[in-house]
Every structure is written in structure tokens, then in C-alpha cells.
């Protein structure tokens, strides 16, 4: 699972792992245990910092590796860890929130792109699945060009409602309700 905070990108993952330390090597592999990896030292220590629960993890590095610097926690530290990180969300926009927190931070900027890309591939994605419902006209100039419809009050609002009761439909028996 891919974790995009406003400080840093994560990726979780139950996995097994070998850890070398000098001579020693070591695999920990309990089905309890998650990995948290991050991409930058800096994310995985601000996490720390955030997080109260993490407080005095050991980070692994694993040079060479995709997501260089790890942690392990259970299943039920990750869940709290989840948790904490909901609770703290106090933006109503996330690219801004980041923006802002990423003042005086230079390992930030390289970040701050990714989530610009994020962005602009994810409304390209919606406006493929449903045109006309993304924001801007295209992911590559969502800086520059606004969307041609401006009149919002013009667009057809509708509500969604999944219905989860079992079905043979092959979207795992979920059947959108239009109200």
C-alpha cells in the first residue's frame, strides 16, 4: 500500500526481510509484522517525529534496495500509526498543506513534484473514465489552463450509493445506486 503524507511517501508492505548488520544476518518474517519503507531518510524521520508510537525505532537502511530506509511494526502499530495520521489531517487541501510544510525543507522539492504528477495522472485518469469531471484541462498544464466549463452550477450532481450485498457481477458484488 502506497501512503502519500504531506511530508513524505511510504510504502507498506508484509514482507520478508533480511537484515544485515556487519557479519550477521537475520530474516524477520512474522506474519505479524509489516514493513513501512520510505524512498528519503528525511520522511522516515519525520514520521518518527510525528508518530508518538515510533518514537526510538530503529530505521534499517538497505542501500541498493527500492525504498532504502525501513521500519518494522505489527499489524496493530500500523493500524495506530494510521490512525494518528488520519487524525492529524487539518488542510483542505493536501498539495497546499504540503507546500507549506515543506518550507526550508530542500529534500521536499523533489516530493513536491511527485505529488504534482500524482495529481495530474489521477485527473487524466478521471477525465478518460468520465469527461468533463476533472478540474483542468490536461495533467501536464494543470498550473496554467482552467477548465473550459467554468459553470459548476451547469454540471449534473449525483450521489453514489454502493449497494454490497452479494452478487455475480465481477466487481466484487458492488452495484452503484443512483439517487
Known amino acids: 500500500m502506497w501512503v502519500l503524507t504531506t ?76 490512525s494518528h495520521l488520519a487524525e492529524a489531517i487539518d488542510y483542505s487541501n493536501f498539495k497546499d ?26 485527473n487524466a485518469l478521471q477525465q478518460a473514465l468520465h469527461p468533463g469531471s476533472g478540474l483542468y484541462g490536461s495533467w501536464f498544464d494543470h498550473e496554467q489552463t482552467p477548465r473550459a466549463d467554468k459553470g459548476r452550477k451547469n454540471r449534473r450532481k449525483r450521489k453514489i450509493v454502493l449497494d454490497a450485498s452479494p452478487s455475480d457481477d465481477a466487481d466484487f458484488g458492488l452495484e452503484p445506486v443512483l439517487l
Open 7 to 82: 511530508f513524505g511517501m511510504f510504502s507498506v508492505v508484509a514482507e520478508k526481510e533480511t537484515i544485515t548488520r556487519g557479519k550477521v544476518s537475520f530474516t524477520r518474517a512474522s506474519p505479524d509484522e509489516r514493513v513501512i519503507r520510505a524512498r528519503t531518510l528525511e520522511s522516515m524521520v519525520t514520521l518518527i517525529r510525528v508518530v508518538p508510537l515510533l518514537d526510538g525505532r530503529e530505521i534499517h537502511e538497505i542501500p541498493g534496495r527500492d525504498y532504502a530506509f525501513r521500519i518494522f511494526v505489527t499489524k496493530v502499530e500500523l493500524m495506530l500509526v494510521m
Open 97 to 122: 498543506a504540503a507546500k507549506e510544510r515543506a518550507k526550508d525543507i530542500p529534500e521536499r522539492k523533489g516530493y513536491l513534484d511527485l505529488l504534482h504528477k500524482v495529481w495530474g495522472l489521477g
